[in-house]
């Protein structure tokens, strides 16, 4: 399989309802994604971000263009897909442990050894991944006796633990204060280094994406294109310091700077 193309898009709109009522959420856009490699999509609300995630989990079909994932139209082959989103969802009545566990449950091939390994395998694959994100204490607990930030690092491991071929976040830290964001921002760059993961993360904090990525997209506004696509070149790991560094600095002012002067913003009349 091509390096260069693991996931790619290629001219691919997509257009909500019909006649009067439809609404061009994607302008026909064509990315590719290496894999391995961390992508963050930003742009104002409603340019389609989201849109692109969903188009790549399935769970929307493009209107125009075509979608390949590993050289192979999206579809021909099952994509073994980790979501996570700002809500973590955990599901209340279960341990902490068995909500991580949840997708080996669902998802083949893990699927057909779940009860044979409950007890075994799955479930120290589960304690490692929480005991990397700092919850080995908290793997019996249930999901509300856990903080925003613990249950969104619980979430982060039930994303993984089926070993992804790609992983989408759609604001997964939208919700939490700063400093707990920034320690999340740590705790998914220390996953990534491990793990090597392909992640597409939507955001719409700047810092979030320059953080994180090896590449930030910056969309326009709906119907959405990318205006802006450029490599994050920073040392990993990255120390939460890199924050006031006066190139990481000018890096989110220049993105904040495209967002807020792309064309077609409407603009408020002062009168
Ligand atoms: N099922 C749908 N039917 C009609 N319009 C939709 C539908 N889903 C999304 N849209 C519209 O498509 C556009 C793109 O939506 P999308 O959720 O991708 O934006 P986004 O950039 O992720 O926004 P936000 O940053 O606010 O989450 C939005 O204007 C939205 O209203």
């Known amino acids: ?9 290629e001219n691919v709109g997509v257009t909500f309802g019909q006649g009067p009522e439809q609404t061009e959420a994607l302008q026909p856009t064509s990315l590719t994604v290496e894999r391995g490699d961390f992508l963050a999509f930003v742009g104002p609300s409603g340019c389609g971000k989201s849109t692109i995630l969903k188009l790549v989990s399935e769970l929307l ?8 994932f590993g050289g192979r139209e999206l579809g ?29 449950k669902i998802v083949p091939p893990f699927k057909s050894g779940f009860r044979s390994k409950k007890n075994g395998e799955y479930r120290d694959r589960a ?25 969104q690092r619980a979430n982060l491991c039930r994303a993984l633990i089926h070993d992804p071929d790609i992983l989408l976040l759609d604001e997964p830290f ?12 740590q705790t998914l760059q220390d996953l990534w280094i491990d793990r090597k993961s392909t992640v597409m993360l939507v955001t719409h904090d700047l810092r979030e994406a320059a953080y994180l990525a090896n590449r930030i997209c910056v969309m326009s506004p ?14 990993r790991p ?14 989110v002012q220049d993105l904040r700077g495209l967002i807020v002067h792309a064309p077609n913003v409407k603009k408020v009349d002062a009168t």
């Open 174 to 185: 939208g919700a939490l204060d700063q400093f707990t964001r920034e320690e999340l921002w």
């Open 238 to 251: 990255r120390p939460i310091d890199l924050t006031f560094d006066p190139d990481f600095v000018t890096l």
């Open 76 to 104: 021909a082959k099952p994509v073994r897909v980790g979501m996570a989103f700002q809500s973590a969802s955990l599901l209340p009545w279960m341990s902490v442990r068995d909500n991580v566990m949840l997708p080996l």
């Open 127 to 151: 304690d490692a991944l929480l005991a990397q994100v700092g919850l080995e204490d908290f793997a019996d607990k249930s999901p509300w006796q856990l903080s925003g930030g613990m249950m």
């Open 222 to 235: 709906r119907p959405g294109r990318i205006i802006d696509d450029r490599q994050v070149s920073f040392a």
């Open 61 to 68: 079909r493009p209107t125009t263009g075509n979608i390949f």
């Open 1 to 9: 399989m091509s390096m260069a193309r693991f996931v790619e898009l």
